[in-house]
Each structure stands twice: as C-alpha cells, then as structure tokens.
C-alpha cells in the first residue's frame, strides 16, 4: 500500500507556455501532498505544502503565481507551471502523507523547458 | 531552524565491503529522522526511519541506521554492499514531533559500488 504516482514522467515544452503534474496517492487518502523540486546532483528542495481543500503554503523564495498548486481531493493534487522558462527545467516530486509519520514519494517528473 | 549535514558527497565502494554513509542534524526538539534511496531517474524510497525506542533501526535491503543523540548522528550502515546498492541516498529530518510532516533533507550521499 502507500503507493503515488505521478503524470507525466517526463515533458518537453516551450518556453512561455503551462504545464500541469498531477500527483495522485493510488491506494490511500492523504491528508497532505507536498511538492518539491530536485536540481541536478542536489538535494530535495520543498516547494510547497498543501492540504486538501485550502490554500498551499509555499516556501520562502517560491513563487506562488509561477507555481500554482490545485489540491482538489484526498487522492490528487496538481502543480501547474505557469509561462515556463529554461531555468525551471529540473525534476519535480511530489509525496503525501495520510495519519502517520511518512511520507511517500512519486516517482517524479522530468521538466524540460525548450 | 534544523539542518541536516551528509559529510561525504561521494563513497565509492567494493562490492562486499562494509560501507557507513554519515550524517549528522541540527535540533532542538525531539526530531524524527530518516534514510531514503534514490535510484537515477526515480522518486524516493524509505530505507528506514527513527521514531523512537531502540535507537538501533532496521530498514530493508540490509541497511540500518544508528540514532545517537549526544552526537546528534544518525549513521546509515551496510555491512556487505551490492552493485544494485549503486544509488543516492539521503538523510532528512522532521522535527514538526509529526504535526506536519515537513522534512529537511541533506544533500545527498552518492554510494557508488564497483565489482
């Protein structure tokens, strides 16, 4: 059990346009999904909590117009990025977590940005 | 504000070796802590967790982590590595005593085993 997916793996866009990753938690309703962003040979970086229902919290220095998060039920929550450039191509991981102490990851999406 | 600390960026290994990946948190409150493993391309996967008690943790694959709080170090430890243990591993922390489940992790801790 506990398992997230996420949609899609990989995507190549141009610049300027919008892109949307889903996150869905497969076999359980979690209660908070979390977004983060991973740059080459570099740690997890948190972008953004969000709980189903109401407002994502970002992180400081993220930028909520750019990144918009949609949590519209206990099984999925979205991440949109809005007018794409190159320097936001990295790879973007979402987790959730239901009444516990873990958190289960996505497999993780690939952003390329043209 | 709680950190993480993963001493070594690299580790290369032998195949059958023993192997100790180090890593060390900052906190002033009771933290949670964890290991996971990123294989290239992929999301990540749990290793294994402190929460509390024994503070000698098993975690699949033959891992285990030690959690020692004097040092505040919480060691991940194989003795006898495999090619298929080739991977990123990190170390994070919650220390939210899991009200909100927010993890810091560390930069990462690149095990490379060669035959």
């Known amino acids: 059990g506990a398992v997230v997916s996420q949609h899609p793996s990989r995507v190549i866009c141009k610049s300027g346009t919008s892109v949307k990753i889903e996150c869905r938690s497969l076999?359980?309703?979690?209660?908070?999904m979390f977004w983060y962003r991973q740059f080459p040979k570099k740690s997890l970086m948190l972008m953004a909590t969000?709980?189903?229902?109401?407002?994502?919290?970002?992180e400081q220095g993220v930028e909520k117009d750019k990144f918009l998060i949609n949590h519209a039920s206990l099984t999925l929550s979205t991440l949109t990025v809005t007018s794409a450039h190159p320097e936001d191509s990295s790879f973007y991981i979402c987790?959730?977590?239901?009444?516990?102490?873990?958190?289960?990851f996505g497999p993780g999406t690939r952003l390329t940005v043209l | 504000a709680q950190s993480v600390t993963q001493l070594d960026s690299q580790v290369p290994v032998f195949e059958e070796a023993p192997v100790e990946l180090r890593c060390n948190y900052s906190s002033s409150v009771s933290v949670y802590l964890f290991w996971y493993v990123q294989y290239p391309n992929q999301g990540l996967q749990l290793l294994l967790k402190?929460?509390?008690?024994?503070?000698l943790v098993k975690g699949i694959n033959g891992f285990e982590a030690e959690f020692n709080k004097s040092q505040t170090s919480f060691h991940l430890r194989k003795p006898s590595v495999h090619i298929s243990d080739t991977a990123e591993y990190f170390c994070a922390v919650d220390n939210s005593g899991g009200s909100n489940y927010k993890l810091t992790f560390g930069k990462g801790t690149l095990l490379t085993v060669n035959p």
């Open positions: 402190y929460l509390s008690g024994s503070t």
């Open positions: 076999d359980f309703q979690a209660t908070t």
């Open positions: 969000s709980n189903e229902g109401s407002k994502a919290t970002y």
């Open positions: 987790s959730a977590t239901r009444r516990g102490n873990e958190q289960f």
